[in-house]
């Protein structure tokens, strides 16, 4: 399984926009789906954003539907994560996650490996 390092969270100001990164090792993510989920405190962990291996696929929560956008960068062995006009609703830890197969995945027991999580604050 992959080696998975997130980057880009931060304080934003509602309106606002990050761009979340995720960086793989050890193995390509070629060969895998990749999901985007993130947690607030005090509450479940939620499937944001799917790209499916080859990138042909994508599937989004309704609540960020319009507004985030996930891609994928094979080369570069990469996935990203645009996140556009935050709300505080967004707040949250997100964490990307590598499926154990090419299709996308919510599904936890699904996953293989983890990103360390970045904190996305969206606050006034």
């Known amino acids: 399984q992959p080696q998975l390092v997130e980057s880009g969270g931060g304080l934003v100001h509602p309106g606002g926009s990050l761009r979340l990164t995720c960086e793989a090792s050890?193995?390509?993510?070629?060969?895998?789906?990749m999901t985007w989920f993130r947690q607030a405190p005090g509450k479940e962990r939620e499937g944001v954003s799917c790209?499916?291996?080859?990138?042909?696929?994508?599937v989004y929560a309704d609540s960020v539907k319009g507004r985030f956008a996930i891609s994928r960068d094979n080369a570069k062995n990469t996935v990203y994560l645009q996140m556009n006009s935050l709300e505080p609703e967004d707040t949250a830890v997100y964490y990307c996650?590598?499926?154990?197969?090419?299709?996308?995945?919510?599904?936890?027991?699904?996953?293989?490996?983890w990103g360390q999580g970045t904190q996305v604050t969206v606050s006034s």
């Open positions: 790209i499916s291996s080859a990138g042909s696929n994508t």
């Open positions: 996650a590598a499926a154990v197969g090419p299709l996308c995945t919510y599904y936890t027991s699904r996953i293989g490996s």
């Open positions: 050890g193995l390509s993510l070629h060969y895998y789906a």
